[in-house]
């Protein structure tokens, strides 16, 4: 009987890389735009640690709406602009950085727009639907059988999901990764992608109401004001993990954030 525990060792590139590791936000919302920020005092932490740092883009084809201001990190001077626009302009500004925003939806006609910049070592999917979430699968289950050693390899997927006060976060492996031998601990180098973990769930999903909220108060009953937030710098959490740890015993985590409690989800 094996007794180890089930743990995921960080793929080394990520623990030496030779370049900044690259970065694909997918969504500039609620979720979104704070992990964006996140995402930014975890790339100056980690040149402070001689790291070389991460390399952001930005998808989302989304403008800024009033509803938008207060939930999400838009000020009312950017009404109208396209929001990962907004959020890159202004963060590279604020953090001397030089991150990209790309005003269209991630998609594989997008992509092929980029050429080699269409791939990243990391996706962070904020994104509203199980449709997107599929849309999304089936762009990066094309990587998983490829066996590349450029810089901008696809290694992880990390996705965001919430509704009014819950969420949850799953993070992924785009295919085998290469695990070390071990004799404490039981090396998983496949994480199913959130697609497969709960299929049935996002398959049964009821049709989400789309129609925009008119105002700050009625987006609010809709979701809470800090229920991203809170996922996202919890979300941020593991991905430090990862990167200063070198192992994960959990690969993401269930919130309630109205009752205040948060959830494991283990490696098996």
Not at 197 to 208: G, Q, V
Request: with cysteine.
């Amino acid at each position: 009987m094996n007794t180890l525990t089930p743990v995921h060792f960080t793929d080394y590139y990520l623990l030496n890389p030779t370049n900044p590791v690259t970065v694909h936000l997918i969504g500039a919302g609620g979720t979104g735009s704070q992990m964006l920020t996140c995402l930014a005092r975890m790339h100056q932490g980690m040149l402070a640690l001689d790291y070389p740092g991460l390399q952001v883009t930005v998808f989302d084809d989304d403008t800024v709406s009033p509803a938008n201001l207060g939930r999400q990190l838009f000020a009312q001077s950017e009404i109208g602009m396209n929001k990962g626009v907004a959020l890159i302009t202004r963060l590279n500004r604020f953090f001397g950085t030089n991150w990209k925003a790309v005003p269209r939806r991630f998609d594989a006609l997008t992509l092929s727009g980029l050429k080699d910049e269409g791939a990243a070592n990391l996706y962070v999917s904020c994104v509203d639907t199980a449709a997107a979430r599929f849309a999304i699968a089936g762009i990066l289950g094309e990587y998983k059988d490829r066996h590349s050693y450029q810089r901008n390899r696809p290694l992880y997927w990390m996705d965001l999901g919430n509704s009014k006060t819950t969420g949850q976060v799953l993070l992924s492996t785009i295919g085998e990764l290469t695990q070390p031998p071990s004799q404490r601990h039981q090396p998983c180098g496949h994480l199913p992608f959130v697609t497969e973990t709960f299929k049935a769930l996002l398959e049964n999903a009821d049709a989400k109401n789309d129609t925009p909220s008119c105002s700050l108060a009625e987006a609010l009953t809709k979701q809470d004001l800090f229920i991203n937030s809170t996922l996202a710098n919890m979300g941020a959490s593991l991905l430090w993990l990862l990167f200063r740890e070198g192992i994960l015993y959990n690969r993401g985590f269930f919130l309630n954030l109205h009752d205040f409690r948060a959830m494991p989800i283990l490696i098996r």
